[in-house]
């Protein structure tokens, strides 16, 4: 039989969690740590940022993304990245690589849908 931890240690780890979630997604969208990071569009750049934009919503909403992380206790089962100017879903374990250093590429989001059938091309990212 499984013994549960006293309700103030199961407080604190989950708030820890949560915590440490933040951070890593905060991390992977570059809002503390690292420098700024420029893009200069192309010629119809508006148009390439709007498609872009509206691409990574759909694929947020379909895979049931959050770029804050989620409530605790809650694990992400997959990520969406940026990676070789492409947006791609992966699992969650590659998500974390990016944001420990030991991949390369950016992290979006984490996500609550399973990994996707992979595909042999991505989506354009910004």
């Known amino acids: 039989m499984r013994r549960k931890p ?4 199961a407080l604190v780890l989950s708030l820890t969690k949560s915590v440490v979630l933040l951070v890593v997604v905060a991390l992977g969208f570059g809002l503390i740590g690292g420098g700024q990071v420029t893009a200069s569009p192309g010629p119809d750049g508006a148009d390439q940022i709007e498609e872009r934009s509206a ?4 694929a947020m909403a379909e895979h049931e993304c959050s770029t804050t992380g989620f409530a605790a206790g809650v694990i992400p089962r997959s990520a969406l990245i940026r990676r070789d100017d492409r947006v791609r879903q992966v699992s969650f374990d590659e998500g974390w690589e990016i944001v420990t250093g030991e991949a390369p590429g950016v992290l979006i989001a984490v996500c609550l849908g399973e ?5 042999t091309s991505g989506v354009p990212a910004s």
């Open 6 to 9: 006293p309700l103030p240690l």
């Open 55 to 58: 691409v990574i919503e759909r």
């Open 115 to 119: 990994l996707a059938m992979p595909r």
